[in-house]
């Protein structure tokens, strides 16, 4: 879990919603531009992310993943975001050697994906409103960010600490970057729901949670949960391994680990 913190009295004019879709509460924060305009591009772009739910839901049984799953319709025949979707799902299986995987007890859920690339999608999607100069989107804990709240301040992320509630792990910052994402991946919210792909049963890991720190939510997201399935020492060595990726491991122990270049990315 976290939360992007800024603000200041000289702090550009901000325009904030907040969205409940997809399962989950989506915090959507604009900084600059034109508020008509901002709030006009907010309500396309949380429109879209609940096209995504519609899209994708594996709850739904009239979603077109649902329908995919049962072989009703092909890949071919759904919206082009689908097969989009996909294609970068089987890009992570690839660089995460199978520890991500668009496949649970058998069937096609590419839910492991979806929420990190409808987050980096709309945020990006936002900055494309004229003047705007940062932008926040957080969806269920996981965070993308472009640009900057205000000149000479950057975001800040909290990160959640999962053994003691309503305290922080760990502080984010984007200082000398245009974009930033954090993602998390773990059993304090939501229990033991991350799937040994090898075993298709509940991954059994000494982690309580891995957070990922990187350019675009989209792979951190993915990141974040093949990491945890592996659990902290393999875990760890796979993601020093990755370019432009910094993160923070916490065992249920209480140990913290980092990838060496994390302390560059805390203020």
């Not at 926040?136 to 053994?163: A, C, F, H, I």
Request: include cysteine; charge should be negative.
């Amino acid at each position: 879990m976290a939360d992007a913190v800024a603000g200041s009295a000289q702090a550009p004019a901000a325009v904030r919603h907040v969205e409940e879709t997809m399962g989950t509460v989506f915090s959507l924060d604009v900084r600059g531009g034109d508020p008509a305009a901002v709030r006009a591009a907010l309500d396309k772009v949380v429109a879209g992310l609940h096209r995504v739910d519609e899209v994708f839901s594996t709850y739904r049984e009239d979603s077109q993943v649902s329908r995919l799953q049962r072989g009703e319709v092909s890949v071919g025949q759904c919206d082009p975001e689908v097969a989009e979707v996909l294609e970068l799902a089987a890009e992570a299986e690839r660089v995460s050697d199978g520890w991500f995987s668009t496949s649970y007890q058998g069937r096609l859920d590419p839910t492991g994906i979806v929420k990190g690339w409808a987050v980096e999608r709309a945020a990006r999607r936002l900055t494309e409103v004229p003047g705007v100069c940062g932008v926040s989107v957080n969806g269920g804990g996981d965070v993308q960010l472009l640009g900057t709240p205000e000149p000479q301040r950057p975001w800040r992320v909290g990160v959640s600490d999962p053994l003691r509630p309503g305290g922080l792990a760990a502080v984010v910052s984007a200082a000398g970057v245009r974009e930033l994402s954090v993602a998390t991946s773990g059993t304090a919210e939501r229990g033991a729901h991350i799937v040994d792909p090898r075993t298709g049963r509940s991954a059994v890991t000494d982690l309580v949670a891995v957070t990922v720190v990187g350019p675009r939510l989209t792979w951190t997201d993915c990141w974040a949960t093949a990491a945890f399935a592996m659990g902290s020492r393999e875990g760890l060595a796979w993601l020093e391994s990755l370019p432009d990726v910094e993160a923070l491991l916490i065992t249920a122990g209480d140990e913290v680990r980092c990838t060496d270049g994390l302390a560059t990315r805390l203020g």
